[in-house]
């Protein structure tokens, strides 16, 4: 992204909008630009541009330096770890399952897996029954290569949305990784069957 967009305009939202408002807009938009869950190329880079766009309007103190001075009031007082770092501060709030995952998915993007599978590990303690924190955390596994670990995270992924043709197929790349190319077909044939791919 070249130049900087409106916060405002990035989340689709107004100066107005009520908190519930602007977290609903987030999540909708997180879910769609994920890069766990799409292909485009551009995907990773809309993500982050989202998901720093929420940590400034979510957060009542870089909300009002971004009110009052745009991105120079952020920029000139925050730092790109600023703006993510602080679980525990205002705006977030530390018993949101959502928040964990999105937050972990902000560090998933930025290359910080370990950081990442810390934060889906806090979304699962508060609700173990969400498929798709289950895959994020296998995803961010298996680029540490941690191959059996993340067979293990999509085995729960699994056990709760046993229809998910991504997690299969990412079940199957963990599997070949690790040399296991019989169980990886069977994985990568019922990802297919689930329509991976259309």
Same mark, same amino acid.
């Given at each position: 992204?070249?130049?900087?967009?409106?916060?405002?305009? @990035?989340?689709?939202?107004? =100066?107005?909008?009520?908190?519930?408002?602007? =977290?609903?807009?987030?999540? =909708?938009?997180?879910?769609?630009?994920?890069?766990?869950?799409?292909?485009?190329?551009?995907?990773?880079?809309?993500? =982050?541009?989202?998901?720093?766009?929420?940590? @400034?309007?979510?957060?009542?103190?870089? $909300?009002?330096?971004?009110?009052?001075?745009?991105?120079? %009031?952020?920029?000139?007082?925050?730092?790109? #770890?600023?703006?993510?770092?602080?679980?525990? %501060?205002?705006?977030?709030?530390?018993?949101?399952?959502?928040?964990?995952?999105?937050?972990?998915?902000?560090?998933?993007?930025?290359?910080?897996? #370990?950081?990442?599978?810390?934060?889906?590990? &806090?979304?699962?303690?508060?609700?173990?029954?969400?498929?798709? @924190?289950?895959?994020? $955390? +296998? *995803?961010?596994?298996? *680029?540490?290569? &941690?191959?059996?670990?993340?067979?293990?995270?999509?085995?729960?992924?699994?056990?709760?949305?046993?229809?998910?043709?991504?997690?299969? #197929? #990412?079940? +199957?790349?963990?599997?070949?990784?690790? +040399?296991?190319?019989?169980?990886?077909?069977?994985?990568?044939?019922?990802?297919?069957? *689930?329509?991976?791919?259309?």
């Amino acid at each position: 992204m070249a130049a900087k967009r409106d916060y405002y305009d @990035v989340l689709g939202v107004t =100066k107005a909008s009520s908190q519930y408002e602007v =977290k609903q807009q987030y999540r =909708k938009l997180a879910l769609k630009f994920h890069p766990d869950r799409n292909q485009y190329p551009d995907t990773g880079e809309h993500f =982050k541009e989202i998901s720093k766009a929420y940590a @400034v309007i979510s957060d009542p103190g870089k $909300k009002q330096a971004y009110d009052q001075y745009g991105h120079a %009031g952020i920029d000139g007082r925050y730092s790109g #770890n600023d703006i993510f770092s602080g679980a525990q %501060g205002s705006g977030f709030n530390s018993n949101d399952a959502w928040g964990w995952r999105n937050k972990g998915g902000a560090l998933y993007s930025l290359g910080k897996y #370990n950081e990442a599978i810390e934060c889906y590990d &806090k979304s699962i303690e508060i609700d173990s029954n969400n498929p798709v @924190v289950w895959n994020n $955390k +296998g *995803l961010a596994l298996n *680029l540490l290569g &941690k191959y059996n670990e993340a067979i293990a995270s999509y085995d729960n992924s699994i056990k709760i949305d046993p229809n998910d043709a991504d997690v299969w #197929n #990412n079940k +199957g790349l963990a599997l070949n990784a690790l +040399g296991n190319d019989n169980e990886a077909k069977k994985c990568y044939d019922k990802s297919r069957e *689930l329509g991976y791919g259309n």
